[in-house]
């Protein structure tokens, strides 16, 4: 099962700013499990990846916020999850777009996470 995980990063990942509770480790672990990830942030795309080549993490897709859509339509999965800290950029745009949304704190609960799962 292809599962997609777009990422906001400040206020969701330990590098954002505000830091976030989920650790690059966590990301690493997803993306070695065979995850579609990336970042869907309003930090400018070149920005993102920046920070992805900094932690040395290869990612899917880096797109700003408003792009969720294109994302979407962009990669085939059974399942697609953006995990962010607001409201209304976050949460209503995934659903608007037909992501599931995970409050950071949700996230980090789930089995993907967990290396031995």
């Known amino acids: 099962m292809a599962i997609l995980i777009s990422f906001d990063i400040d206020g969701t990942l ?14 690493r672990i997803v993306r070695d499990k065979g995850f579609l990830i990336g970042s ?3 930090r400018p795309p070149s920005s ?5 080549e900094e932690f ?21 999965a059974d399942a697609y999850y953006h995990i ?9 745009n995934a659903l608007r777009n ?7 704190d949700e996230a980090a609960a789930k089995p993907w ?5």
């Not at 962010?84 to 209503?92: A, I």
């Not at 996470?113 to 799962?117: G, T, Y």
């Open 56 to 76: 040395d993490i290869s990612v899917d897709f880096t797109v700003a916020k408003h792009l969720l859509a294109d994302v979407k339509s962009g990669f085939e």
């Open 98 to 104: 037909g992501f599931d949304f995970l409050w950071p």
């Open 48 to 52: 993102q990846r920046s920070m992805w």
């Open 14 to 27: 330990e590098v954002g700013d505000p830091p976030g509770p989920l650790t690059m480790e966590m990301v």
């Open 40 to 42: 869907c942030s309003d």
């Open 113 to 117: 996470f967990d290396a031995e799962a």
């Open 84 to 92: 962010g800290d607001r409201e209304d950029l976050d949460r209503q």
